[in-house]
């Protein structure tokens, strides 16, 4: 049999055994949604090329192993042309054992192809398995182009739904009205808060948005509210103004005559010579700023006074302080007060009572079991010690009608020495009271009272007389006047503390010469209004006065007084915290180093001087007079109030708490100055009591409710005014 017949008989042996790739296993084709879906998102994907046949699964030629008799290289896509595949199937081929190998000691070559190929090896494969392996391809791809997708949506999603804005330079819009890129970058410049571009960001631009807006809105409700054309505001908003342009002026005063160089350096040479001896060890050039400094402040003190006798002298300044005189109330009008009044004046029916508040864990059980042994003859100071919290019990005082209203219902019912059944409060914890005293209802004496009723008839006094004279002149300043009503205008704006200090005649007096020297320095300061920083200064006081308003009218109105439960709870809660810290009360003596320790060698002779003399057993009173050089000395060095740890500068405090009462520290290194302390009285850190607590908690409560209601109500401001930023135009101008 020759080599062809051979070839043909081993070709039709093979034919039977051949395995197709059934057309379901192809691949999607290069132009399907989803291949372009993957290659955006950078996912190898296996193409079928136009004219290309392939193995089923790659899309690049396969390379078997092969062996040629020749050097020349064969190309497995050349075999399997011409020796394997027909030219209508594609696939891989299985072969049996007779078609893989080449007839024992033969070789052979077809015409027209390569040289002879002695061995191939094709690999096998599972058509079940590429079939599974290409459904878990797909579903892999497009489980990852889903949460690709999924990613993208969330990332961009604030981009896609915020709103555009009505114009390209628009940055937000409330009430129908726009503010623009403009406004804002004026605004930004006038709060000197932008250094530079790159510092601020998105979130600091929504905020400057946020606060011109509000500014804005603020200004808006005032006109809305007619509050801008009440006659108080207008009185305030000049005062508040006028004060502005008063410390504009000083400022300027400051700056232009009282200078360190404004100082002749004859001056300064006259103050080194007169104080020789506390330069001794320097030169003239050494301390001359410090003497420049200390003559400024000498002139500051002098200055003014002067300035203002000039002004008083060019102004035609005419003033009748009798106009401040009023009738003083008469015995008789307090005592008919006092009468008539007498409901004011009552005392509350009030009980004293011993507590022992239990707050365990199965707190019910605990109080009937501690009742119980009261029942059967305990003491209560024992029970207390047992049961009660912080092992004791606690004294409290309940006036009628005023107090937690469970308690109450027992409490009135009692008798002396009578001990109650547990009461439960509304925070959960139980008490078991002791009535120790009770006092009945009575009024208040004259005498106690006098004080307040003669300052209520003189105020009622003050009213008629001053609205009967309101239009007489109580002074003018260049022929404009200064009437009675608007001194009592200016006097009602004070705080209550300060109307009762200025009530008498001659505080009255201080306070028309207040007031003159206010109006005189006014008329000095001329228009201010030509500097756009300085007006935008006085734009924000005006804000800030009708923020006041709004803030009395829709927050103070809101606020409640919190509730004994409430007040009750935060102690409960935060009793650890509620402390008094250790204190003491100190005599000291300081003697100066100079502002750069210029004088620290002379500062240190004069402390080593005085602590030997406290050493040799003189007094710290009488040593305190000679040596310190703080203001204090005459007092020898005593200072009346409480120092609280952790209030005292930190060189000074850990020396100081350490001291026993009594007993003196060394010399202590304050930076401007030497310290030498001692300790007169000293408490220890104590855990404060509930009654010691109760204003400092109800304080707190209140302040914490007050910043809720602020909040909302800047809110409500907002949402109210459909306020809208847009963040298109924002990141504009980050881009710019």
């Not at 043909?8 to 034919?15: A, G, P």
């Not at 004859?266 to 080194?272: A, D, F, K, S």
């Not at 009578?418 to 009770?438: F, H, N, R």
Request: net charge negative; hydrophobic share 30%.
């Amino acid at each position: 049999m020759d080599i062809n017949d051979k070839q043909e008989k081993m070709n039709n042996e093979c034919s039977s055994d051949k395995l197709r790739v059934e057309s379901n296993t192809t691949l999607p084709d290069d132009g399907s949604a989803i291949a372009d879906l993957l290659h955006v998102f950078g996912v190898a994907f296996f193409r079928r090329k136009k004219g290309h046949k392939t193995d089923g699964f790659l899309d690049t030629p396969v390379h078997h192993a092969a062996q040629t008799t020749t050097d020349h290289p064969v190309s497995s896509h050349d075999f399997l042309d011409n020796s394997r595949l027909s030219n209508d199937r594609e696939g891989f081929l299985e072969s049996n054992s007779e078609c893989d190998e080449p007839m024992e000691g033969e070789s052979y070559a077809i015409p027209g192809n390569p040289p002879v190929i002695n061995e191939i090896d094709i690999p096998k494969m599972d058509i079940a398995k590429l079939k599974r392996s290409n459904r878990s391809v797909k579903f892999i791809l497009f489980g990852i182009a889903v949460m690709s997708l999924m990613v993208g949506f969330i990332y961009f999603k604030p981009y896609l739904f915020e709103p555009d804005p009505p114009g390209e330079d628009v940055v937000a819009s409330y009430n129908r009205k726009y503010i623009t890129k403009e406004e804002l970058n004026n605004f930004i410049a006038l709060e000197q808060l932008k250094e530079s571009d790159h510092t601020f960001s998105l979130e600091d631009y929504q905020a400057m948005v946020t606060m011109l807006a509000v500014e804005q809105m603020i200004q808006d409700w005032a006109s809305e509210k007619g509050i801008i054309q009440r006659e108080d505001v207008q009185h305030g908003l000049k005062d508040l103004l006028g004060d502005a342009n008063v410390s504009k002026l000083i400022d300027q005063i400051h700056e232009e005559k009282l200078t360190p160089e404004s100082i002749p350096k004859w001056e300064v040479q006259q103050y080194y010579d007169k104080n020789r001896d506390d330069y001794s060890d320097k030169m003239f050039s050494e301390v001359e700023d410090e003497i420049r400094n200390i003559l400024v402040a000498q002139k500051d003190e002098e200055f003014f006074p002067q300035f203002i006798e000039e002004l008083k002298k060019s102004s035609g300044l005419e003033v009748n302080f009798d106009l401040l005189e009023v009738n003083e109330p008469t015995d008789e009008e307090i005592s008919g007060y006092y009468l008539q009044n007498a409901t004011n004046y009552q005392v509350p029916q009030k009980a004293e009572m011993l507590e022992i508040k239990i707050v365990s864990e199965n707190v019910q059980e605990t109080a009937e079991e501690a009742s119980r042994k009261l029942r059967s003859g305990e003491s209560f100071e024992s029970i207390a010690k047992t049961y009660g919290e912080d092992g004791k019990a606690v004294k409290r005082t309940l006036e009628k009608r005023t107090g937690d209203t469970m308690l109450e219902n027992t409490v009135w019912k009692m008798s002396l020495e009578e001990v109650s059944d547990p009461i439960t409060a509304a925070d959960g914890s139980v008490s078991i009271i002791k009535l120790v005293g009770i006092s009945s209802a009575n009024k208040k004496p004259l005498s106690e009272v006098k004080d307040e009723i003669t300052e209520i008839l003189r105020k009622k006094n003050m009213e008629l007389e001053y609205t009967l004279r309101k239009d007489e002149a109580l002074f003018s300043v260049h022929s404009k006047r200064y009437t009675l009503g608007d001194f009592y205008t200016e006097f009602n704006e004070l705080p209550s503390e300060y109307q009762a200090m200025y009530s008498t005649y001659e505080n009255k007096k201080q306070l028309v010469e207040q007031l003159i020297t206010k109006e005189l320095l006014l008329e000095e300061t001329g228009d201010s209004s030509s500097d756009q920083n300085e007006q935008h200064s006085l734009d924000e006081l005006k804000i800030n006065y009708l923020y006041q308003i709004l803030h009395q009218e829709e927050v103070d109105g809101k606020l409640t007084e919190p509730t004994e439960t409430e007040i009750r709870q935060f102690y409960d809660k935060y009793k650890k915290e509620m402390i008094t810290p250790a204190s003491v009360k100190i005599s000291f003596i300081w003697i100066d180093q100079g502002l750069n320790k210029e004088k620290s060698e002379q500062a240190l002779k004069k402390a080593t001087e005085a602590l030997s003399l406290l050493d040799s057993g003189t007094n710290f009173s009488e040593v305190a007079k000679n040596y310190s050089e703080d203001g204090t000395s005459e007092t020898g060095g005593e200072l009346d109030e409480w120092f609280y740890q952790g209030f005292l500068p930190p060189e000074l405090e850990e020396e100081v708490f350490a001291l026993t009462v009594g007993q003196t520290s060394g010399i202590i290194d304050g930076g401007d100055g030497l310290y030498i302390i001692k300790v007169r009285e000293k408490i220890d850190q104590k855990q404060k009591t509930y009654e010691e607590s109760v204003e400092e908690i109800k304080n707190h409560l209140k302040e914490e409710k007050h910043n809720q209601i602020e909040n909302e109500l800047e809110k409500t401001l907002l949402d109210n005014a459909n306020f809208t930023i847009y963040n298109k135009t924002l990141r504009k101008i980050l881009n710019e």
